[in-house]
Antibody
Framework: EVQLVESGGGLVQPGGSLRLSCAASGFTFTDHYMDWVRQAPGKGLEWVGRTRNKAKSYTTEYAASVKGRFTILRDESKNSLRLQMDSLKTEDTAVYYC????????????WGQGTMVTVSS | DIQMTQSPSTLSASVGDRATITCRASQSISNWLAWYQQKPGKAPKLLIYKASSLESGVPSRFSGSGFGTEFTLTISSLQPDDFATYYCQQYNTYPLTFGGGTKVETK
């Protein structure tokens, strides 16, 4: 069974940095595309970015709103997905979900429980 | 970017009603469309992928249809557990984009 557990959320000041982690289990970590999706309070879902699988050299794609500020990384040794968030803005306040695509090309069929990030002074 | 437009934004219905939600893409996405259900405080759950394929474990009262730019999610007979918010999402082109959501509420 796919399990994704996010951690690292919290309160950070505008301009600051935060790193989220997602512990993955129940599937072969290197084989699958993984994404981050966020949801601002009371708002809809927004795709943040993607890392492809190892066969595709873990290449990445980002939403325009975070490109150049956010970086998605994988730690194979820990089966962990990371989201490094720099130059944070108040509009980055959201619940951040770690997501896996187990069948590519496919939809988001595995979701974590989410971790809250609040950017405020 | 491909814009995904859902309608209605809110749907008021009763248990046993048929519910239909529409999603329109700003350009063709073939059948690379998914539908998700989200309940308050919970992560979204995949219901339908590739426009009309039912995710394993999802009740058969849920169905999807469409191709190109027009898509529909239908719940044939609403059950109490179905009152939630529904999102469509295209995965044809980067950036991946979601519709604005449809809240299905009790009439």
């Amino acid at each position: 069974e796919v399990q994704l557990v996010e951690s690292g959320g919290g309160l950070v000041q505008p301009g600051g940095s935060l790193r989220l982690s997602c512990a993955a289990s129940g599937f072969t970590f290197t084989d699958h595309y993984m994404d981050w999706v966020r949801q601002a309070p009371g708002k809809g879902l927004e795709w943040v970015g993607r890392t492809r699988n190892k066969a595709k050299s873990y290449t990445t794609e980002y939403a325009a709103s975070v490109k150049g500020r956010f970086t998605i990384l994988r730690d194979e040794s820990k089966n962990s997905l990371r989201l490094q968030m720099d130059s944070l803005k108040t509009e980055d306040t959201a619940v951040y979900y770690c997501v896996v695509v187990t069948v590519f090309p496919g939809a988001f069929d595995g979701w974590g429980q989410g971790t809250m990030v609040t950017v405020s002074s | 970017d491909i814009q995904m437009t859902q309608s209605p934004s809110t749907l008021s219905a009763s248990v046993g009603d048929r519910a239909t939600i529409t999603c329109r893409a700003s350009q063709s996405i073939s059948n690379w469309l998914a539908w998700y259900q989200q309940k308050p405080g919970k992560a979204p759950k995949l219901l339908i992928y590739k426009a009309s394929s039912l995710e394993s474990g999802v009740p058969s009262r849920f169905s999807g249809s469409g191709f190109g730019t027009e898509f529909t999610l239908t719940i044939s007979s609403l059950q109490p557990d179905d009152f939630a918010t529904y999102y469509c999402q295209q995965y044809n082109t980067y950036p991946l984009t979601f519709g604005g959501g449809t809240k299905v509420e009790t009439k």
